[in-house]
């Protein structure tokens, strides 16, 4: 009797996910990329890659007469088997182009396209879906979210861009000025990477991640609004090359957890708050800009508690 085959509603993609490499080229049945496209740095990845090396080391020990098939192909082996109309370079599969035939035997460290598209990918965020609304502000999803407010987004070639979150910038107000560290300036998880300015007043906000920092924004430096109309996307502030990434991520909220945090700090930014101005504490939405009412010492203070800075 022959075997049924799986329902393909097994296989679904859901909305805002991609197929790993590996789907894709039908070594595996299911399996979706959660490092952003980012192999070298990926723990499957490298799982795969180690067990069909283990396997092509095996195979040489049996008879010659021994298909090749018995053992599994990486996903660049599977890639080249196809026609060459239907090797689709990794932007392709990840929607960053329409269309696009790898040309470089997947080779994307050799690839002029890959370091071109590395370096436009590195200057302008990758688009982000309607933000989600909790406790009365935004969350972006697939973003990683640190206490003092601030974002971390893996992407390409292994770099985080970094920002403020929705609940800091409603927090800090209109800002006069953000002063971001130099190209090349070590940060540190947890501690001071930059600094901002309302009329006078300055405080410190926390690095996400550790790394050293290899691009700035610089049209925030001369429109630091732009954090106050789109804090996910053209209000990024740098990017860092990590250092020790995947243990930074574990400290950080995502997903549910992010969602529980935010809604935790929203009914403790009222509860403070509501000790130094009278702003309605019964759980109400936030407002736009949540300090506008406060300036001098009272801000500092506000804005340092909930940003975690010293």
């Known amino acids: 009797m022959p075997k049924r085959e799986k329902k393909e509603s097994m296989k679904i993609v859901p909305p805002g996910k991609k197929k790993c490499v590996w789907m894709e080229a039908g070594v595996v049945s299911y399996k979706l990329c959660d490092n952003n496209y980012d192999c070298p740095t990926c723990v499957y990845d490298h799982a795969m890659q180690t067990k069909v090396d283990r396997q092509k080391e095996a195979?040489?020990?049996?008879?010659?007469?021994?298909?090749?098939?018995?053992?599994?192909?990486?996903w660049v082996d599977k890639m080249m088997r196809l026609p060459a109309s239907k090797r689709k370079c990794r932007y392709m599969i990840t929607g960053e182009v329409d269309r696009k035939i790898c040309p470089n035997a997947y080779e994307c460290g050799t690839c002029s396209f890959d370091r071109m598209m590395q370096q436009r990918l590195q200057a302008e965020p990758?688009?982000?879906?309607?933000?989600?609304e909790v406790a009365g502000f935004e969350l972006a999803d697939g973003f990683y979210y640190h206490e003092g407010h601030t974002w971390a987004r893996p992407e390409y070639g292994g770099r985080v861009r970094v920002g403020l979150d929705d609940f800091a910038q409603k927090l800090v107000g209109?800002?006069?000025?953000?002063?971001?560290?130099?190209?090349?300036?070590?940060?540190?998880?947890?501690?001071?990477?930059?600094?901002?300015?309302r009329n006078g007043d300055t405080v410190g906000v926390l690095s996400p991640v550790d790394g050293i920092v290899s691009r700035v924004n610089?049209?925030?430096?001369?429109?630091?609004?732009?954090?106050?109309?789109?804090?996910?996307?053209?209000?990024?502030?740098?990017?860092?090359?990590?250092?020790?990434?995947?243990?930074?991520?574990?400290?950080?909220?995502y997903g549910e957890e992010?969602?529980?945090?935010?809604?935790?700090?929203?009914?403790?930014?009222?509860?403070?708050?509501?000790e130094e101005f009278r702003m309605a504490a019964d759980g109400g939405e936030s407002v736009e800009d949540i300090s506008g009412e406060m300036e001098g010492e009272a801000w500092v203070k506000l804005a340092k508690t909930f940003l975690r800075s010293q």
């Open 218 to 253: 610089d049209k925030i430096l001369n429109n630091p609004e732009l954090i106050n109309r789109s804090p996910y996307e053209q209000g990024w502030l740098m990017i860092i090359e990590p250092t020790k990434l995947r243990k930074n991520l574990k400290g950080l909220y």
């Open 59 to 74: 195979a040489l020990t049996r008879p010659i007469e021994a298909s090749p098939d018995q053992f599994t192909h990486s």
């Open 174 to 197: 209109r800002l006069k000025r953000i002063d971001l560290p130099h190209i090349g300036h070590q940060l540190n998880q947890g501690e001071t990477g930059f600094t901002v300015t």
């Open 258 to 274: 992010a969602s529980s945090h935010i809604q935790a700090e929203k009914d403790r930014l009222f509860e403070v708050a509501n």
């Open 126 to 132: 990758l688009p982000v879906k309607t933000p989600a």
